[in-house]
């Protein structure tokens, strides 16, 4: 899919969290903000894992990690979008998934049941081309 104009920066809000994210900054990296009423997160380069699919890019994040437990990790589904030439804010709803991978310090073959659940979230708010 080719873009004329795509964004680099989203700001956006749900009901119970916000994420801020940039595919590049000052230095070049992408960064991402996550809060969620009880903390706030803030990740940089390598911490932010983008894959492209059918759907968009996949922006993730580990927000906990724990040998006994497993992890917990954000994703920010970016849907492709173009930004008007004038540089005016773009209006943008999207899903942000919250997955918890149940694990044991044995590894996943260890737990019984359900390795992943989800807790899905949209948000709403500003995609924008920021020039560095």
């Given at each position: 899919?080719?873009?004329?104009?795509?964004?680099?920066?989203?700001?956006?809000?749900?009901?119970?969290?916000?994420?801020?994210?940039?595919?590049?900054?000052?230095?070049?990296?992408?960064?991402?903000?996550?809060?969620?009423?009880?903390?706030?997160?803030?990740?940089?380069?390598?911490?932010?894992?983008?894959?492209?699919?059918?759907?968009?890019?996949?922006?993730?994040?580990?927000?906990?990690?724990?040998?006994?437990?497993?992890?917990?990790?954000?994703?920010?589904?970016?849907?492709?979008?173009n930004?008007?030439?004038?540089?005016?804010?773009?209006?943008?709803?999207?899903?942000?998934?919250?997955?918890?991978?149940r694990?044991?310090?044995?590894?996943?073959?260890?737990?019984?049941?359900v390795?992943?659940?989800?807790?899905?979230?949209?948000?709403?708010?500003?995609?924008?081309?920021?020039?560095?």
């Open positions: 899919m080719s873009l004329v104009n795509e964004p680099n920066s989203f700001e956006l809000k749900g009901k119970s969290i916000s994420v801020s994210y940039a595919t590049t900054s000052f230095t070049g990296e992408p960064t991402l903000t996550y809060t969620d009423g009880a903390a706030t997160r803030s990740f940089r380069g390598q911490e932010i894992r983008q894959e492209a699919c059918a759907i968009g890019r996949l922006v993730t994040v580990t927000l906990k990690q724990d040998a006994d437990l497993g992890e917990t990790t954000l994703t920010l589904l970016v849907p492709a979008t930004v008007g030439m004038d540089g005016a804010d773009t209006p943008l709803t999207t899903t942000v998934i919250v997955t918890t991978h694990s044991s310090i044995g590894g996943p073959a260890l737990v019984k049941g390795l992943q659940t989800y807790r899905v979230e949209e948000v709403s708010g500003i995609a924008r081309k920021v020039h560095f």
